[in-house]
């Protein structure tokens, strides 16, 4: 599925984001979730084309990590391009579980029981 | 158009688990070998990102290099979802490990007993972080020449560690190490909430 864009890339990956190398916000991780807004806010634009595309890949949530594999991008313009869809309302964002230095005994045997089924 | 009364899912919690080891130990083969998804993989352009590191002495020019992480799913349940990501083998792109730690569970290091050595750096790694690990052993054409115990010798580890002799290339032996190191960290997790009572609520 992946490599569904065999064309080839016509535009440099940085083009896409007009040239920022830096997200506007520093909370996407790999494992975040992002799912799109539908229906979109009555006050949104049009999205770009690259916008478009990671609108149709979020319609169930998905992590920013596959996401930037399905699109063959980098993650780094991934995030630059999903904080701009942030602020014009068309994705929500869910962060992971956070795991501190306590650790959470029922998410960890969850997460042991779902190996276990494996 | 979408229908009005659809009900977007909801985004599951996610959480993380390293592969780690030396160049070639077999991380993408373990990542694989328990992915519901084949491994699919980013690459990053090395940048700025990487500079002011030592280890990139040298190659300060390769401006163009750049970094792959691959990366399985495992769905644990409807809310919640389990990444595996198998760490940048080159030691010169260690920097990324930093970002690729932070709020992960745990780690396996992956040793090839061939070569040993090559997973030294990061057994430190995790060690000097606090991270918790373990360690397995994985066995080229499923041979383990040595026992568990002469592993974690040369190795140095620590009694806390557990050494799994292990076949990348085998999903039933892949979850158990998985399943090892989540042993390892319920068994912190409950020594931790023991700490004051002497019984929890059952589940």
């Known amino acids: ?118 | 158009m979408a229908d009005s009364d659809t009900v977007t899912r909801a985004a599951p919690d996610t959480v993380k688990i390293l592969i780690a080891g030396g160049f070639g130990v077999g991380k993408t083969t373990m990542v694989g070998s328990v992915s519901e998804i084949a491994p699919l993989r980013t690459e990053e352009p090395l940048t700025e990102a990487g500079l002011g590191i030592d280890d990139l002495a040298g190659i300060e020019d390769k401006k163009a290099t750049t970094v792959a992480l691959d990366f399985g799913r495992i769905t644990i349940g409807d809310d919640l979802v389990l990444y595996l990501f198998g760490t940048p083998g080159q030691q010169r792109f260690w920097f990324m490990w930093n970002d690729l730690a932070l709020g992960a569970l745990g780690a396996v290091v992956l040793v090839d007993v061939r070569r040993p050595e090559s997973s030294f750096a990061a057994i430190d790694f995790f060690e000097r972080r606090g991270i918790p690990f373990v360690v397995g052993v994985n066995g080229f054409y499923g041979e383990h020449p040595y026992p568990p115990d002469e592993i974690r010798d040369a190795l140095a580890l620590p009694d806390h560690v557990q050494v799994l002799l292990c076949d990348a290339r085998e999903r039933g032996s892949c979850r158990d190490v998985l399943i090892a190191l989540l042993d390892q960290l319920i068994a912190v997790a409950e020594d931790a909430e023991g700490g004051g009572t002497l019984t929890r609520p059952g589940r």
């Not at chain 1, 029922?106 to 997460?111: A, C, H, I, N």
């Open chain 1, 1 to 118: 599925m992946g490599g569904g864009d065999t064309a080839g890339r016509l535009v440099r990956p940085f083009a896409l984001t007009g040239g920022r190398t830096r997200p506007s916000r520093a909370d996407f991780t790999l494992i975040t979730t992002v799912t799109a807004v539908d229906p979109p806010p009555t006050w949104a634009t049009r999205p770009q084309p690259e916008q478009q595309r990671i609108l149709r890949h979020c319609v169930e949530p998905i992590a920013v990590a596959e996401l930037a594999a399905l699109l063959d991008l980098p993650v780094s313009v991934v995030v630059i391009m999903l904080c701009d869809l942030l602020e014009a309302g068309r994705i929500t964002v869910r962060p992971p579980r956070p795991v501190s230095q306590t650790p959470d005994l029922d998410l960890l045997q969850k997460v042991r029981d779902g190996l276990g089924r494996l």
